[in-house]
């Protein structure tokens, strides 16, 4: 009898253990996280503030932002072990706008695994394959059409303004809109198109997720669409580019060191 419940009670604790390591494992597979991105803009580490001439660039072009519109598509989380998160469940497409709040921040739908994060990156525009006229039926997105006689879709970005030319007290507007670009064969004389957007991958101090809410804020430094590598100098340039590939090559190549993220939360 005493053998019996000596059997009985190694069943029960064997029992106990095993329903222990699968609650375990189980509490790890379903711990989840929930982030929030806030966008902003900078010029050079200060807020940018639109619509007044405080800030010249490396060619020495005093000028004013009145907006900024872009897109960010296929957005994802890579973690300390190289593998990647993607956020699908708004989307791939996120739009933002100096003139809409509601653009400025997003809380992601996506629940985030636990785990530790220590990069994020995404498509700065939209890759040119999946960049398709018409598929956005509603503003605000639909106002960023690009013409389909230049290659069709959406613009990747526009940043409007105004630069002081020498000698003037008005400024010109400038429309640094960025799109599919256009060339012509040497040879053959055919048009060919180009993928204006770019991949972004930005290096995040270890965040560190596990049943929280976290916010990381991705912030655009304007002043470096014009400087870095290349100095755009409007009163050389102008201050229309859509027409001219070399021009959006130029601000394209800029992109490298646009963005920044950190992490706040």
Known sequence: MKKQIHHIKIFFLFTFFIL???????????????????FNFNVNGSNLKTDTFLYTNAA?????????????SNIALIKNDGSTFRLTKDGIFRYIDTDIPTTLSWMVSDAIPAGIYTSVAFTFGIKSYQNKSNMF??????????????GGGYHNMKLNGKWLPPSQTIGNPFNIHLGIGMLKDNITGDTIFIDNSFDVKLALSPLSIHNESHIINLSMNIDSWFSTPNIYDFDTYGGAIMQSQPLMQMIKDNGIDVFSATVVK
């Open 137 to 150: 039926v509603n503003p605000p997105e639909s106002n960023m059409w690009w013409p389909d006689m230049m």
């Open 20 to 38: 222990f390591i699968f609650s375990c494992k189980n509490d790890k597979e379903e711990s989840y996280g929930k982030l929030q991105f806030n």
């Open 60 to 72: 020495g072009n005093p000028y004013l932002i009145n907006n900024v519109q872009y897109f960010i």
